[in-house]
């Protein structure tokens, strides 16, 4: 499976972005994926994740700012992320899990994408 993020940008805090992460190769519905974000020098963390079924689970930084959605119908995973603020600065990858579910740790993704860089000011 191949994965293809896009969709950063610069913007404003309290404006919206959505990303979109395409896959190619393989039987994308099957599996969980997730978004996470870096900041250089710091861990990957999960922001939101989607079982293959619909259901999601958040970081309690982003909830009820940020929404993951799925289109099985066209391989592809959105995070649409409003109210944007000044920390959700990072580079943000996609990713699927290694099954079904919304899996929350690093270890359970086996497919990345590249990452698209999300950059908030003030």
């Known amino acids: 499976v191949q994965l293809q993020a896009s969709g950063g940008g610069l913007v404003q805090a309290g404006d919206s972005l959505r990303l979109s992460c395409a896959a190619s190769?393989?039987?994308?519905?099957?599996?969980?994926v997730g978004w996470f974000r870096q900041v250089s020098g710091k861990q990957r963390e999960l922001v939101a994740a989607?079982?293959?079924?619909?259901?999601?689970t958040y970081a309690d930084s982003v909830k009820g700012r940020f929404t993951i959605s799925r289109d099985n119908a066209k391989n592809t995973v959105y995070l649409q992320m409003n109210s944007l603020k000044p920390e959700d600065t990072a580079v943000y990858y996609c990713?699927?899990?290694?099954?079904?579910?919304?899996?929350?740790?690093?270890?359970?993704?086996?497919?990345w994408g590249q990452g698209t860089q999300v950059t908030v000011s003030s």
């Open positions: 990713a699927a899990a290694r099954g079904a579910a919304a899996a929350v740790t690093i270890s359970d993704y086996r497919y």
């Open positions: 190769g393989g039987t994308f519905s099957r599996y969980g």
């Open positions: 989607i079982t293959s079924g619909g259901s999601t």
